[in-house]
């Protein structure tokens, strides 16, 4: 096969591989609305039941009128605030994780011969007083031509500063090119892809912004995909919860290219698909409750495949695979160690201890002392770590650690009672 580059046509200019190109805004958005947010442009604020909410213009438009209006119809998955998803069901999850985590994967056939996969990645980071938020998302596709095949990995990421004593926010937006490579069959071989096959540039991400919205947006019009993208603040003097304009992200379908996906072989994740179970209901079946089915989600899907590289991040993926033999093990260990990354109290008291650099390696750490003994019912490692842990972090237990008994965890099962979990 023989490899060679081809060039990613970007709404503002050409890039290779491994380049990176920057947009920079400054943006006032639309209305003032309540206490802190502005709308976007499209968007009114109203009064209703007493509160100011952003309503879109077009009543034909649904959505969260602080990031964007979108047609009714569109199948949508919305990252917003500090974050939670809404995912193509209708369904709300907070996404409480410091690793990478797939958010769908998605499998269309829009020709008979043409196949094309298209993933997104989400990474989160955690902020002064326990509060996260989406920093980093990336967009994968993988197009397959007869026996040809393109390759497009794009990474997204970006930053808002102000000075102290101005009004104006000042946005840099980021698109990275991680991999845009074609495969061509060998030579003597008829039908070869040409790096111009307008085949391939309607699947090649396109990249522009909206100066007024300060948002990042990413296109890919042969699969009717948007991503729309608005970073949040690294300065530590700035405020992510009440930012104007409030950080997140949505991947959205048009309607009529839903067709085109082939639910078969795409994936149920936490982005669910429209007519399938809810998240709830599968949380049911597994006898969980759904922050930790979704928890559990997010570890079995945390690869490093994509545009990643965390190693701590996938220490804790393979010994939630490896040491974790089986589905129970595993949901049973995020009932108490999702404490980790979800109870507020010990977020707030371990980032308010420690600086970012140092807070971070911390809580992965904890996660991975709490996630080894539980997984190999190992009860010295158990009390080793509930003891060394305060020490090591600065801050009491999450509360289901300190209510765990370690002398029960070696029992095939595990019943919730009242604020705690006993193992039998």
Partial sequence: MIARLFLAVLGLGLALAQQEYQLYTNGLGGPECGKLHRCIKDATCELKDGLRMCECTDKNLVGNAKLQCLPREDHTVWIQNDPHLK???????????????????????????????????????????????????????????GNDMMKQVMEFEGDIHTDLDSQAYNYTLVARSLDTTVFDQPEGV???????????????????????????????????????????????????????????????????????????????????????????????????SKPVYVQYLLLANSTTEVGYDDFMCYQTYEIFHQQCKTEDDRLRMLQICSSVYADSTFLECLTEKHEMEEYINIQKEFFQRCERPLCLKDANECVKMKKEMPEFTGCPLPQKIQDLDCNSITGATARQGRGRFYFY
């Fill in 87 to 145: 995912n193509f069901n209708n369904e709300f999850s907070s996404l409480l994780t410091p690793c990478p985590y797939r958010v769908l994967n998605l499998v269309f056939t829009p020709e008979a011969d043409t196949r094309v996969i298209v993933e997104l990645y989400g990474q989160n980071t955690l902020f002064k007083g326990g509060h996260y938020f989406l920093t980093k998302l990336t967009l994968s596709t993988t197009v397959y031509l």
């Fill in 190 to 288: 008829n039908n070869v892809v040409s790096a111009n096959d307008s085949r391939l540039v309607q699947y090649t991400m396109t990249v522009d912004k909206d100066a007024v919205d300060n948002l990042l947006l990413i296109s890919i019009k042969g699969l009717g995909i948007r991503l729309f993208f608005r970073p949040p603040s690294t300065v530590e003097h700035l405020n992510n919860v009440e930012l104007p304009m409030v950080p997140g992200a949505l991947f959205t379908i048009k309607k009529d290219f839903w067709k085109l996906i082939d639910l078969t072989y795409s994936e149920f994740q936490i982005a669910s698909f429209p007519d399938s179970p809810s998240l709830k209901d599968l949380a049911t079946e597994h006898h969980v």
